[in-house]
């Protein structure tokens, strides 16, 4: 019969010392973090009491009245047959599209027609959702006019979104949830508190600042939980945010952009004169910042959580080389993606640009080219900066948590017994140490 031995203190924790759990984080560490995020938030909720926008006036809508509809049917014809011809552009090469459609309104009503035509003009057919434009004739006072202005997107829009949330919950399950909880929350803080208070006439960069600040603090602790790695993620991304404003405001005063390349700069001008089109630019770049800011940052407070979770054993300077590699690998794929994003949203100016035979020089050095440029460069500097800065931080509050394993305790040799000293023997070893091995009995 064999006989069991117990494990040695120092063999049993070296068992445990490779169980992935929370890196322990020291109190000296939890002190500088709590002082300077309770701060930040501080300052963040004082933001939004001052800045919170009021009831928003907004002017009665006078223009024509919309209806949603389904085309019952459409009857091509010959343009010759037509009444009333479309009117061709030089540019368009097509032969028109001559006909009527009957569309049947929501409400019952069935209206008739004509096909639509000209440049962007939607393509119908039978069963499609189209909405319907009425106004009055110009011709012919107190007669009602349709015509179709577009395609209905609503139940193709809601499929895609719930295609969406299927795919997010099913990989990223609770965690998924959150992260869809915290995408809520974005659009709240878009929608109820940053869109309100520039309309209102408050400073577009403080409010992009507030807004920025309060969606990462929400966000960031509801997707990733509060601790240590997420908490160096969000002091490097207020960090860098800092240096991308700075940045970003240096550059557009440098460079005089005046934030009205765009048609939409010009109508919301017309909408409200008030508004500070510099500052919405500078608004713009902080809040596109944000959102590849705190992937970066993320990534990095937990990259080095989990090297020190490997090996507790490695200092500040280990720590922070080993992530540095996973940032620089991250930060050359993410720069590339930011300058492709931006090339993507300003192709059809760029197709403009060199349709119009402009000299390459002239064509970078546009409004509306140089804020792509400047919100690219920008961006990218406050992403490289996002980078040792949050690896940094990480390393401060977990390197040196190494626990202390107990030395071995020394044995002191047992004297001999009485026995033993008659007789000249050497003292026998402790069997309780050293226990004899097991004996197996065959047959």
Request: charge should be negative; glycine fraction near 10%.
């Amino acid at each position: 019969m064999s006989r069991s031995h117990d494990l040695d203190p120092a063999d049993e924790h070296a068992g445990h010392s490779h169980a992935h759990g929370p890196v322990p984080v020291s109190r000296r560490a939890t002190r500088l973090t709590l002082g300077a995020l309770i701060p930040a938030a501080v300052l963040t909720l004082v933001g939004l009491f001052l800045l919170w926008p009021g009831d928003l006036k907004t002017e009665p809508w006078t223009g024509s009245v919309n209806h949603d509809g389904v085309v019952a049917s459409v009857h091509v014809m010959d343009c010759a047959d037509a009444g009333e011809p479309p009117v061709q552009t030089p540019e368009q090469t097509e032969p028109p599209v001559c006909g009527e459609v009957v569309v049947r309104l929501t409400d019952g009503k069935v209206v008739t027609t004509s096909i639509p035509s000209g440049p962007g003009a939607p393509t119908v057919a039978d069963g499609d959702q189209v909405i319907v434009m009425e106004t009055e004739s110009f011709d012919q006072e107190g007669v009602i006019k349709y015509d179709i202005v577009d395609h209905d997107r609503t139940d193709g829009l809601w499929a895609l979104v719930l295609a969406f949330v299927g795919a997010v919950i099913a990989f990223g399950r609770w965690r998924g949830v959150s992260a869809l909880a915290g995408l809520g929350f974005t659009f709240a803080v878009l929608l109820m508190f940053v869109v309100p208070a520039i309309l209102q006439g408050s400073s577009p960069l403080l409010v992009a600042i507030v807004g920025s600040a309060a969606i990462m603090l929400v966000v960031l602790y509801m997707t990733h939980g509060f601790n240590a790695p997420t908490s160096m993620a969000v002091l490097g991304t207020l960090t860098a945010l800092a240096l991308t404003g700075g940045l970003s405001a240096l550059s557009v005063s440098l460079l005089h952009l005046t934030g009205m390349a765009s048609e939409e700069s010009m109508y919301v001008t017309f909408v409200n004169a008030d508004i500070n089109m510099p500052g919405l630019l500078l608004a713009g770049i902080l809040i596109g910042a944000l959102g590849v800011l705190d992937d970066v940052t993320v990534t990095q407070a937990y990259t080095v959580a989990e090297l020190a979770d490997a090996n507790p054993n490695l200092g500040f300077t280990g720590l922070y080389r080993a992530a540095s590699r996973v940032g620089r690998a991250h930060i050359t794929s993410v720069i590339n993606t930011i300058v492709l994003a931006y090339a993507g949203a300003s192709l059809p100016t760029l197709l403009l640009l060199t349709a119009g035979g402009a000299p390459l020089g002239e064509m970078l050095t546009n409004e509306f080219l140089a804020q792509e440029i400047v919100r690219s460069v920008v961006g990218t500097i406050g992403l490289i900066s996002a980078v040792p800065i949050t690896t940094a931080l990480a390393a401060l509050v977990s390197h040196g948590n190494a626990p202390k394993v107990p030395a071995p305790r020394r044995s002191r040799p047992r004297q001999s017994d009485a026995l033993e000293q008659a007789w000249g023997l050497p003292p026998e070893e402790d069997s309780r140490r050293h226990p004899a091995p097991a004996r197996h009995d065959h047959g």
